[in-house]
Protein backbone atom coordinates (compact mmCIF):
# COMPACT_ATOMS: atom_id res chain seq x y z
CA UNK A 1 0.00 0.00 0.00
CA UNK A 2 1.05 3.15 -0.69
CA UNK A 3 1.63 6.10 1.76
CA UNK A 4 -0.28 9.22 0.70
CA UNK A 5 0.22 11.10 4.08
CA UNK A 6 2.22 14.23 3.99
CA UNK A 7 2.86 16.68 6.71
CA UNK A 8 5.59 20.07 7.06
CA UNK A 9 6.48 18.89 10.46
CA UNK A 10 9.83 17.52 10.76
CA UNK A 11 9.80 14.02 12.46
CA UNK A 12 10.84 14.28 16.87
CA UNK A 13 14.02 13.67 17.74
CA UNK A 14 15.32 10.22 18.68
CA UNK A 15 15.33 9.44 22.02
CA UNK A 16 19.13 9.61 23.28
CA UNK A 17 20.66 6.13 24.34
CA UNK A 18 21.38 5.11 27.98
CA UNK A 19 24.91 6.36 29.16
CA UNK A 20 25.13 9.23 26.48
CA UNK A 21 25.75 12.19 27.02
CA UNK A 22 26.62 14.99 23.94
CA UNK A 23 29.95 15.68 23.47
CA UNK A 24 31.65 19.06 24.85
CA UNK A 25 33.77 20.99 22.42
CA UNK A 26 36.85 21.06 22.52
CA UNK A 27 37.97 24.75 24.68
CA UNK A 28 41.15 26.77 26.20
CA UNK A 29 39.36 27.96 28.94
CA UNK A 30 42.56 27.74 31.39
CA UNK A 31 44.22 29.87 28.55
CA UNK A 32 41.93 31.83 28.48
CA UNK A 33 41.86 32.88 32.20
CA UNK A 34 45.61 32.80 32.12
CA UNK A 35 46.86 35.55 29.59
CA UNK A 36 43.41 37.86 31.46
CA UNK A 37 44.89 37.40 34.88
CA UNK A 38 48.39 38.23 33.19
CA UNK A 39 46.36 41.36 31.53
CA UNK A 40 45.02 42.40 34.79
CA UNK A 41 48.46 42.49 36.23
CA UNK A 42 50.26 44.01 33.26
CA UNK A 43 47.64 47.20 33.75
CA UNK A 44 47.43 47.20 37.50
CA UNK A 45 52.10 47.12 37.10
CA UNK A 46 51.62 49.94 34.45
CA UNK A 47 49.42 52.09 36.47
CA UNK A 48 51.58 51.65 39.70
CA UNK A 49 54.64 52.88 37.76
CA UNK A 50 53.29 55.66 36.32
CA UNK A 51 52.04 56.80 39.32
CA UNK A 52 55.29 56.01 41.31
CA UNK A 53 57.18 58.21 38.58
CA UNK A 54 55.05 61.05 39.57
CA UNK A 55 55.06 61.15 42.92
CA UNK A 56 58.98 60.76 42.73
CA UNK A 57 58.94 63.52 39.82
CA UNK A 58 56.51 66.00 41.94
CA UNK A 59 58.79 65.43 44.93
CA UNK A 60 61.70 66.49 43.05
CA UNK A 61 60.44 69.54 41.71
CA UNK A 62 59.12 70.19 45.31
CA UNK A 63 62.81 70.07 46.66
CA UNK A 64 64.10 71.68 43.50
CA UNK A 65 61.48 74.97 44.07
CA UNK A 66 62.26 74.82 47.75
CA UNK A 67 66.37 74.99 47.06
CA UNK A 68 65.57 78.14 44.86
CA UNK A 69 63.33 79.85 46.54
CA UNK A 70 66.06 79.67 49.30
CA UNK A 71 68.76 80.45 46.92
CA UNK A 72 66.78 83.92 45.99
CA UNK A 73 66.14 84.72 49.78
CA UNK A 74 70.08 84.36 50.40
CA UNK A 75 70.26 86.55 47.43
CA UNK A 76 67.95 89.00 48.89
CA UNK A 77 69.77 89.05 51.87
CA UNK A 78 73.28 89.54 50.26
CA UNK A 79 71.47 92.37 48.20
CA UNK A 80 70.00 93.93 52.21
CA UNK A 81 72.99 93.46 53.64
CA UNK A 82 71.65 90.91 56.36
CA UNK A 83 73.83 87.94 55.77
CA UNK A 84 77.44 90.16 57.49
CA UNK A 85 80.74 89.98 56.43
CA UNK A 86 81.30 86.72 57.26
CA UNK A 87 79.07 85.85 54.38
CA UNK A 88 80.38 87.46 51.58
CA UNK A 89 82.25 84.78 50.23
CA UNK A 90 78.80 83.29 49.73
CA UNK A 91 77.27 86.02 48.03
CA UNK A 92 79.60 86.30 45.95
CA UNK A 93 79.45 82.58 45.07
CA UNK A 94 75.56 83.08 44.50
CA UNK A 95 75.75 86.11 42.19
CA UNK A 96 78.63 83.74 39.79
CA UNK A 97 76.17 81.04 39.84
CA UNK A 98 73.21 83.67 38.78
CA UNK A 99 74.87 85.28 36.44
CA UNK A 100 76.10 81.99 34.61
CA UNK A 101 72.70 81.03 34.59
CA UNK A 102 71.64 84.37 32.90
CA UNK A 103 74.32 83.75 30.35
CA UNK A 104 72.72 80.37 29.38
CA UNK A 105 69.29 81.32 28.89
CA UNK A 106 70.50 84.12 26.94
CA UNK A 107 72.81 81.92 24.90
CA UNK A 108 69.58 79.28 24.13
CA UNK A 109 67.43 82.89 23.45
CA UNK A 110 69.60 83.47 20.74
CA UNK A 111 69.98 80.09 19.52
CA UNK A 112 66.22 79.65 19.27
CA UNK A 113 65.79 82.94 17.78
CA UNK A 114 68.47 81.72 14.53
CA UNK A 115 66.06 78.82 14.48
CA UNK A 116 62.72 80.29 14.05
CA UNK A 117 64.63 83.14 11.49
CA UNK A 118 63.91 86.17 13.81
CA UNK A 119 66.50 89.21 15.22
CA UNK A 120 68.87 87.11 16.97
CA UNK A 121 71.25 90.17 18.18
CA UNK A 122 71.14 89.59 22.25
CA UNK A 123 74.54 90.70 22.97
CA UNK A 124 75.52 93.95 24.71
CA UNK A 125 74.73 97.03 22.54
CA UNK A 126 74.70 100.54 22.83
CA UNK A 127 73.78 103.70 20.46
CA UNK A 128 73.39 107.13 22.09
CA UNK A 129 71.91 110.40 21.18
CA UNK A 130 73.28 113.61 22.74
CA UNK A 131 71.15 115.33 25.08
CA UNK A 132 69.37 118.40 24.01
CA UNK A 133 69.61 121.74 24.79
CA UNK A 134 65.84 121.78 26.83
CA UNK A 135 67.27 118.36 29.19
CA UNK A 136 70.45 120.22 29.57
CA UNK A 137 68.93 122.55 31.95
CA UNK A 138 72.01 122.48 34.30
CA UNK A 139 74.61 123.59 31.00
CA UNK A 140 76.73 120.67 32.08
CA UNK A 141 76.81 120.38 28.63
CA UNK A 142 78.89 123.81 28.51
CA UNK A 143 81.54 122.90 31.38
CA UNK A 144 83.14 119.99 30.34
CA UNK A 145 84.45 118.92 26.59
CA UNK A 146 82.61 115.57 27.08
CA UNK A 147 79.30 114.77 25.27
CA UNK A 148 76.61 114.13 27.29
CA UNK A 149 73.69 111.47 26.38
CA UNK A 150 70.12 111.13 26.31
CA UNK A 151 69.23 107.89 28.21
CA UNK A 152 65.52 108.13 27.23
CA UNK A 153 66.21 108.51 23.62
CA UNK A 154 69.29 106.08 23.33
CA UNK A 155 69.37 102.18 23.36
CA UNK A 156 71.39 100.39 26.37
CA UNK A 157 71.66 96.78 26.46
CA UNK A 158 73.76 95.21 28.68
CA UNK A 159 75.68 98.66 28.64
CA UNK A 160 75.40 101.20 31.39
CA UNK A 161 75.61 104.50 31.35
CA UNK A 162 77.17 106.55 33.95
CA UNK A 163 77.21 110.16 34.84
CA UNK A 164 75.17 110.98 31.53
CA UNK A 165 78.63 110.48 29.45
CA UNK A 166 80.39 107.40 30.18
CA UNK A 167 79.57 104.09 28.79
CA UNK A 168 80.63 101.30 31.28
CA UNK A 169 81.12 97.37 29.69
CA UNK A 170 79.35 94.64 31.75
CA UNK A 171 80.62 91.75 29.52
CA UNK A 172 84.29 91.87 28.62
CA UNK A 173 85.05 91.31 24.70
CA UNK A 174 85.84 92.65 21.27
CA UNK A 175 83.41 95.24 20.45
CA UNK A 176 82.95 97.39 17.20
CA UNK A 177 82.82 100.95 18.51
CA UNK A 178 81.57 104.25 16.68
CA UNK A 179 80.88 107.70 17.27
CA UNK A 180 79.74 111.03 15.09
CA UNK A 181 80.11 114.60 15.85
CA UNK A 182 78.76 117.30 14.07
CA UNK A 183 80.27 120.66 14.03
CA UNK A 184 78.30 124.12 13.75
CA UNK A 185 80.65 126.52 14.49
CA UNK A 186 84.84 126.93 14.04
CA UNK A 187 87.36 127.28 16.65
CA UNK A 188 90.25 130.31 15.85
CA UNK A 189 92.75 128.55 18.02
CA UNK A 190 92.56 124.75 17.48
CA UNK A 191 91.03 122.41 14.59
CA UNK A 192 87.53 120.18 15.17
CA UNK A 193 88.22 117.35 16.86
CA UNK A 194 86.80 114.52 18.71
CA UNK A 195 88.00 111.41 20.39
CA UNK A 196 86.80 108.27 22.25
CA UNK A 197 88.41 107.95 25.48
CA UNK A 198 88.80 105.59 28.20
CA UNK A 199 89.01 106.10 32.03
CA UNK A 200 92.57 105.54 32.79
CA UNK A 201 93.95 106.54 36.53
CA UNK A 202 98.00 107.49 34.99
CA UNK A 203 96.80 109.60 32.08
CA UNK A 204 95.16 112.86 33.13
CA UNK A 205 91.86 112.61 30.44
CA UNK A 206 91.85 109.23 30.32
CA UNK A 207 93.43 107.45 27.43
CA UNK A 208 92.71 107.99 24.05
CA UNK A 209 91.25 105.15 21.67
CA UNK A 210 90.19 106.24 18.34
CA UNK A 211 90.07 110.43 16.96
CA UNK A 212 88.97 111.80 13.88
CA UNK A 213 88.57 115.49 12.57
CA UNK A 214 86.95 117.69 10.06
CA UNK A 215 87.25 121.16 8.32
CA UNK A 216 84.08 123.27 8.68
CA UNK A 217 84.27 125.09 5.02
CA UNK A 218 80.29 125.57 5.04
CA UNK A 219 77.68 125.78 7.68
CA UNK A 220 78.26 122.11 9.06
CA UNK A 221 81.42 119.42 8.74
CA UNK A 222 80.78 115.97 10.43
CA UNK A 223 83.72 114.09 12.39
CA UNK A 224 83.32 109.88 12.20
CA UNK A 225 85.30 107.25 13.06
CA UNK A 226 84.96 103.28 14.48
CA UNK A 227 86.78 100.58 15.60
CA UNK A 228 87.17 96.93 16.97
CA UNK A 229 88.65 97.02 20.46
CA UNK A 230 88.65 94.48 22.88
CA UNK A 231 87.42 95.98 26.14
CA UNK A 232 87.77 94.66 29.68
CA UNK A 233 84.37 94.55 32.25
CA UNK A 234 83.75 97.58 33.83
CA UNK A 235 86.25 99.42 31.62
CA UNK A 236 83.98 102.94 30.64
CA UNK A 237 84.44 104.95 27.59
CA UNK A 238 83.49 108.59 26.84
CA UNK A 239 83.53 111.31 23.67
CA UNK A 240 85.28 114.47 23.78
CA UNK A 241 85.44 117.17 21.36
CA UNK A 242 87.30 120.71 20.76
CA UNK A 243 84.96 122.31 22.78
CA UNK A 244 81.42 121.28 23.33
CA UNK A 245 79.70 124.84 22.70
CA UNK A 246 80.77 124.49 18.44
CA UNK A 247 79.09 121.12 18.79
CA UNK A 248 75.65 120.55 16.96
CA UNK A 249 73.78 118.41 19.32
CA UNK A 250 70.87 117.27 17.10
CA UNK A 251 74.02 115.16 15.09
CA UNK A 252 75.92 113.47 17.81
CA UNK A 253 75.80 109.72 18.12
CA UNK A 254 77.78 107.09 20.20
CA UNK A 255 77.47 103.17 20.41
CA UNK A 256 79.14 100.08 20.39
CA UNK A 257 77.86 96.52 20.10
CA UNK A 258 80.10 93.39 21.07
CA UNK A 259 81.21 91.14 18.12
CA UNK A 260 82.62 88.29 20.42
Same mark, same amino acid.
Given at each position: ????? &? ?15 ? /? ?11 ? @? ?31 ? %?? @? ?10 ? %????? %? ?17 ? +? ?19 ? %? ?13 LKTNRLLWDKEHSLLQDVRLIERDKLTIQNPGIYFVYSQVTFSKNSLSTSLKQSIR??? /??? +? ?6 ? @??? @? ?13 ? &????? +? +? ?24
Amino acid at each position: MINTF &HSSYNPPPVPPRARYSK /PQPVGNTSLVKFL @SVMLLLLMILTFGGFLYLFQKLNVQLQGSYTED %MR @SLQRLQDCADNK %MGKDS %MTECGELIEKYKAVIEKVS +QANEKLSKLIGGPHFTGPAAH %MTALNVLKDKTSDFLKTNRLLWDKEHSLLQDVRLIERDKLTIQNPGIYFVYSQVTFSKNSLSTSLKQSIRTVD /PKI +QGGKELLK @SFC @SLQSNLCTASMAGVI &HLEKN +Q +QLFVTVTNTSLVNRDSCNFGLFKLR
